[in-house]
Structure formats: C-alpha cells, structure tokens
C-alpha cells in the first residue's frame, strides 16, 4: 500500500479532568472497538524492538460486513480476527467467524497477516474440539504455552521471529472485553496472554503462538471463546512527566504527549478507534471537511480514519498545559483532491509531500472552564480548531 506520512501534528491545549475525543461525530448505534492489542517489547540481537499493533490493523484483504450481524453491527473490516471479524464485538457465528481450509461455507472470514520490524503476525480463528456450526473440529487446538484452549473455537495470533537475530523480552496479547467470565470469556472481562521465552532465528523456537483468553494452567488449561464476549478494547496507559515526551504506539503511528506543568500522579488513557471514512459525520457546520484515512488501518477499498479517545486522570481540581504530537501515515488510495481538501485545513503549506514534519502549532486559546472539556472564549476561534481536529483525521 503506498502511503504519504504526516509526521509531526502538533497541538497546543490545557488538560481537564474528562474525556477528550480528538474526533468528530460518529454515526454508529453500535461503537467500533480497538481490538485486542498486541505488544513486542525487547531485543533482537543489539537491536531495540518496540512494537504495538491492534487487532484491527492486522488485514485479511477481504473486506465485508459479517451477513450474521444486525444493522447497527454492519461495519465493513477485514482486521478484527481474533474476536470473530466484527469491529463492534457483534458474534458472527462459527460458520462465518473460523478462518481456516476445514471452514466449507462460501462466505467467512479470512486469516490476517501483516509484517512489522522484521516480525511476521498472522490472525487466526480456529475451531478446536467443536462443535463449530459446519465447520469440522479439529481436536484441542492451544497456545504455546497450552494454557488457554480453543472452545469450541477461538482467535489465536502467530509472531515469526524474521529480524535474522534471536529475539529477547516480552510478547502479549491483551484486552478487555465486557462478555467476562466462563465458560467463553476472560476473568473480569481482561483477555492476557504472554511469552517471555524469546524467539530463535529458525525451527520451533522462531514462533510463538498466544491466545485472546484469560490464563489457566498446563494441568487445566483455560476455555475460550473470544467471539463471543462482546468485542476488545485496550486502552495505552501512559504516565505523565514534565521532563520527557510520553508516547502511545499503534502500529506504524502514535499519540505523543509533553506536559509541562503536570503534577505526579496525573496519567493518561488513550484509545484508537477505527472509523470508516463512509461513516464519518462532520456535522451541518462542518459539511465540507473530510477525515483522513490512516494507512495501516485501513485496507484496499475500505478506507478507515482513526479516532483518538484520550482520557486524562488527573489530582483533583488540577489542569496542565501539553503539547500533542500525532503521527501517522496517509492512506494514498484515497483521491488527490480529497487529501489537498483535507490536509489545506492544518497545513499551512497545502499538500503533503512523501515524508516530512508539520510544525503547524495553533495558538493557545483560553478555557472558560474544565468540565465540559475544551471551550474556548471565542466562537469563531472554537469553529477554527474544530476545523483543524476534523481535517487533520484526528
């Protein structure tokens, strides 16, 4: 996929104790989710490995919406396999949801797959001891730490050591799910599976296999069924400081915040939310502005922008000052005339080119108070950093 990257739109705002959505109106009755996040975190040889990818970035390149859903489960995606292929959580069913050969039905998901810092990353929705509607069981079928076990079924996802150096850290597959508890879904609804036995460059050792499911044991393993707990979201959690940039990875893009008058203690929760550009609203006063596709959640086809839902915890009756930096690649299927429409908004040279920083900061407008999240004194001022957050896909 060819892809234009913005590197560097910065932001300017003062931090209230409340949700903050960098995003316009979506017209959902039922809300996508992030899918369960898959983090790689060490060496591979001298090399540093920092990787944290979504379910929903990991593509099948068949895009459809599960015929099984209702109307308001009816978002089209080929990610989110490991929770059945719905971006709401909606259980498509095992005729539709299991991704292998052994599936006989003509309409179902496929595998996911993509490669990330020399890792390769499938997604799999595998039919264990049965049963699965038609599809054939094929025995217990487990992580490779076989704690977690399909059943009947069960998303898994496969990470391929390819750097040429022995990994070394830690891999795990997380997410929180509101389905909790057995005989399908995770303890308390938070899905977690990890593996710190490194990677090896070939045979057996070069991959590990982890599971969307709460830990049993070798001896009891843990059931799970992740189609069936109501979708996955993980929220990156970061911890706020005035001396350093901290930094919410997804994938080849990230959310990077610098406070400088936090107070210890203040964390924040940020959560990306794929949002097909078909669905995207900007409402009467802002008919004309588009939002921008990012590359890596979005597939031939179906191009998807990306809502940032950013939750700041905060001390009590304490604000602060930060600067924002979002970072992320430009999905080129989308027309030429669209990204000149939408990028003018916050580019005050025009038109991206292939790479390159956007040091546009707009300037600081005074609140009129917290509680209701950012309000600005000026009307017009307020319509003008709307336009920019609508624009720049934030």
Known sequence: MKVKSSRGIVMKLICCAALVVLSSAVAFSATPTSGALLTIDGTAGTTAV??????????????????TCGVADQVP???YVLQGGSATGCDTGDDFEVTEANNPNAVHQAFGHTDISGFHIETHYVCGPGPCGSVPATGAVCNTSGTICANPDNGFVTITNNTGSAFSGT?????????????WCPVGGAASDTWTSGLTTTGAGQAVTLALGSQGT??????????????????????????????????????????????????????PVPLPSSFFDPGTNFSNLKCIPYADFSAAGNPVCVELQVTPVVNPSDSYIYTVQNDFNIDAKQSPERRRGSSSH????????????EPFQPKLL?????????????????????RILLGSGL
């Open 171 to 183: 891999i795990s597959l997380t997410g929180t799910s509101p389905g909790a508890g057995d005989p």
């Open 50 to 67: 920092h990787v944290k990818i979504y379910d929903s970035q990991i593509h099948s390149g068949t895009v459809q919406a599960a015929p």
């Open 77 to 79: 995606t080929d990610a």
């Open 346 to 357: 916050w580019s005050p040279r025009g038109q991206l080119s292939s790479r390159h920083r």
């Open 366 to 386: 005074p609140l009129v108070h917290c509680p209701c999240g950012h309000q600005w004194r000026s009307p017009k001022r307020q319509r003008q950093w709307r």
């Open 218 to 271: 070798v001896a009891t393993p843990k059931n799970a069924d992740s189609s069936n707990c109501g979708g996955f979201n993980q929220p990156q959690h970061l911890t706020l400081s005035n001396t350093t940039t901290s930094i919410a990875k997804f994938g080849k893009d990230d959310y990077q915040i610098t406070p400088s008058n936090a107070m210890a203690g203040d964390t924040l929760d940020v959560l």
